[in-house]
């Protein structure tokens, strides 16, 4: 059973760059498939960008698509999400998730406690 654990959250300007990561420990790194979601206040939890399980497949929302890059890198079992021209709507509490899956399940078994990114205006 895999533990996430993110961090590279902060505040941040309207346009900053931001790294998030997710260290993944207690399974097979390789066997997940990883993504990253996010929440604002009073607002739902939403999908944010996906990496398959062999990082050869990604997928974004719309809202970050051009903005946000996801990756991964197996030896360090971290996945990571670059984020670029930042806006105040990226606001949100950011989690990390997998699932033992060669795509990640809209339902995802495994979440860390994510990290708080705040891009002011």
């Known amino acids: 059973q895999v533990q996430l654990v993110e961090s590279g959250g902060g505040l941040v300007q309207a346009g900053d760059s931001l790294i998030l990561s997710c260290a993944a420990s207690g399974g097979t790194f390789n066997m997940y498939a990883l993504g990253w979601f996010r929440q604002a206040p009073g607002k739902e939890r939403e999908f944010v960008a996906r990496?398959?399980?062999?990082?050869?497949?990604?997928r974004y929302a719309d809202s970050v698509r051009g903005r946000f890059t996801i990756s991964r890198d197996n030896a360090k079992n971290t996945v990571y999400l670059q984020m670029i021209s930042l806006k105040p709507e990226d606001t949100a509490v950011y989690y990390c998730a997998a699932s033992e899956t060669r795509i990640l399940t809209t339902t995802p078994e495994y979440w860390g406690q994510g990290t708080q990114v705040t891009v002011s205006s």
């Open positions: 990496i398959s399980r062999g990082g050869t497949s990604t």
